[in-house]
């Protein structure tokens, strides 16, 4: 099922009835379409409750009151990103089916576990009598109060039999644990800061683009190229130098790059949309010749379309070619697909094998370590002897003791400074 891209956290905030809290959760829950709260401790939960809460865009929700001194769960949405048709409450759980605007519909279960051994079967039993009545998908999400393995207990006051139910309850409903990362990789799961609860929320987004920024490469056809040694010039002299010469190399670098990525896509562009463009209009000359003549200018553009074809045809099997980095291949032994083969099967580290200065050629470590500290140095500059010195000494400036710099810092000296910020 493709779900458009949405923000749902799930909190088990450990009470509500702290109005200090309310900025905390706002501003925390600003992003999201679908809130999950468990353990409110609120008798009470009203629409001034809620936009008090999480603020105005949560114009719906749906909630348990607390029962005593623990329990309660508020499901609270954008009613402009999402609607619930039918939604169900009851002693441990608050069930309601969402549908989203771009028709995506799905049903989701907030529980709050009960902790009394005695009502944990009838619990798990309720929850199978919830996923056999749902058709389509079933998320739930919340604190069972359960645990799957011992190691999740923090004492060693384990109920094994009550683990086990667990465990066959999970394999019989076939529920995963949202580990998106494997099975979902456009999904995103993560925990964010605990701030006013002991339990860290969870937020799930449903489906997240990850954008990762293009990397520079160079293309070794450039240089023979006409008007590539002329904005590698440019570009290199157009920054002004920097007294630190690693970051003036920096700068420089990374404006040449961007200035020869310009260039490529204005000199050479998208070779493959050139050449279905050009084979395209080749196709409606070659229609139209069934029909009439050609004029001397379709005549001649058609000609030139054919050498551009070539040209490009040969310019797309050079790059795949280079990327390859072999030369034994003679010219038509091989096609621009076994390139792309074999390029996607190459499994090589960078690595130089030679330097070249001029004449000089280099081809050891160290050969080509000098080599390149003297062809930098030559751009850079080198560093000089300072004709002059600053004495200290003489300028008669106070001294301070430094000893106590080394002097570990006392956990009194550290919880006054916190309680003084």
């Not at 007294?243 to 190399?249: I, K, S, T």
Request: charged residues 20%; proline residues 4%; contains cysteine.
């Amino acid at each position: 099922m493709e779900i458009a891209n949405h923000n749902i956290i799930v909190w088990n905030v450990r009470g509500l009835n702290i109005a200090a809290r309310g900025a905390a959760m706002r501003s925390l829950v600003d992003d999201a379409s679908v809130v999950c709260l468990l353990e409110s401790k609120l008798e009470r939960v009203d629409q001034r409750v809620i936009h008090s809460l999480l603020g105005l865009k949560f114009g719906a929700f749906v909630a348990l009151p607390t029962h005593g001194t623990a329990g309660g769960i508020i499901v609270a949405w954008d009613s402009t990103v999402a609607m619930v048709p039918a939604f169900r409450i009851d002693q441990f759980y608050v069930m309601v089916e969402m549908v989203f605007g771009e028709g995506n519909q799905w049903t989701l279960t907030a529980v709050y576990g009960p902790t009394d051994d005695t009502l944990k079967p009838l619990f798990l039993d309720e929850l199978r009598a919830i996923r056999a009545a749902c058709a389509g998908p079933w998320a739930v999400a919340g604190d069972f109060n359960l645990i799957v393995e011992a190691a999740d207990k923090s004492n060693n006051m384990i109920n094994r039999r009550m683990m086990g139910s667990f465990r066959c309850f999970l394999n019989d409903m076939e529920l995963k644990e949202a580990y998106w990362d494997t099975g979902h990789p456009g999904h995103l799961l993560q925990a964010l800061s605990s701030s006013i609860s002991d339990h860290c929320p969870l937020l799930m987004s449903t489906n997240v683009s990850f954008h990762r920024k293009s990397r520079f490469h160079f293309q070794s056809y450039w240089p023979s190229l006409p008007g590539f040694h002329d904005v590698v010039a440019g570009s290199w002299n157009s920054l002004p130098p920097k007294a630190n010469p690693f970051v003036d190399l920096f700068l420089r670098l990374k404006a040449t790059a961007k200035a020869l990525t310009r260039w490529n896509q204005a000199k050479v562009g998208n070779i493959k949309e050139q050449m279905l463009l050009a084979n395209e209009l080749i196709l409606c000359f070659d229609q139209a010749m069934d029909s009439r003549p050609l004029s001397s200018g379709e005549t001649w553009l058609r000609k030139q379309l054919k050498k551009k074809v070539l040209g490009l045809a040969s310019l797309q099997r050079t790059i795949a070619r280079q990327k390859l980095r072999i030369s034994w291949p003679k010219a038509g032994e091989a096609s621009e697909a076994f390139f792309k083969i074999f390029a996607s099967q190459r499994r090589r580290k960078n690595h130089i094998f030679r330097l070249k200065s001029g004449a000089a050629e280099a081809t050891s470590r160290a050969g080509m370590c000098e080599m390149a500290g003297d062809y930098y140095a030559g751009l850079l500059g080198r560093p000089v002897l300072r004709q002059h010195t600053l004495r200290l000494a003489a300028l008669e400036l106070p001294a301070v003791d430094t000893a106590t710099l080394e002097t570990p810092l006392s956990e009194t000296l550290i919880w006054n400074t916190v309680k003084d910020m």
